[in-house]
């Protein structure tokens, strides 16, 4: 086990097993030093963790714990792609989708459910780029859905 899966579970969370898509596509792609996620659900086994809009169905601490467990399901996929997530150098950029009510606009607070998590477990290497977005409606009636992009060790960097 990885010292980012020992801080994880530190946390009293655990990675879960890798995603399976539900539709047309892969969880993550490499393409050079980068892997870039598909979005990922708040799918923790089996389960939806929330379901339905922030401002009306889900609390605001709801909304963070479900943008916590897509980041869980988004690193499960980085680690199906290069086996071991002590090869990230830097989280680099998050984009959060937020489905909400019109008059919700705590988007970014549901975001940092999110990113204060990356920050505890990849401490200086977790900070990153985000965008935190509202829509009307996301895939399963979910209330967050979270893509990642992350900068790995370039493969001559293992060998040193």
């Not at 598909?38 to 929330?50: D, E, F, H, R, T």
């Not at 605001?60 to 916590?68: F, P």
């Amino acid at each position: 086990m990885s010292r980012i899966e020992r801080r994880v579970e530190r946390l009293g969370l655990q990675l879960p097993a890798t995603p399976k898509p539900v539709a047309a596509y892969v969880p993550a792609i490499k393409t050079g030093d980068y892997v870039h996620t598909s979005g990922q659900l708040p799918i923790l086994n089996g389960k939806m963790v929330a379901t339905g809009l922030l401002g009306r169905d889900v609390t605001l601490e709801q909304g963070q714990e479900a943008a916590r467990a897509c980041v869980l399901n988004a690193l499960a996929a980085i680690r199906s792609v290069i086996g071991d997530l002590e090869e990230i150098t830097q989280i680099i950029r998050m984009t959060v989708y937020v489905a909400s009510t019109p008059d919700f606009t705590d988007q970014p607070e549901v975001a940092n459910g999110a990113s204060l998590f990356l920050e505890k477990v990849f401490r200086d290497k977790g900070s990153h780029a985000r965008s935190a977005v509202g829509c009307s409606s996301l895939p399963r009636n979910s209330p967050v859905e979270v893509e990642l992009t992350v900068e790995i060790l370039e493969r001559g960097e293992l060998d040193k």
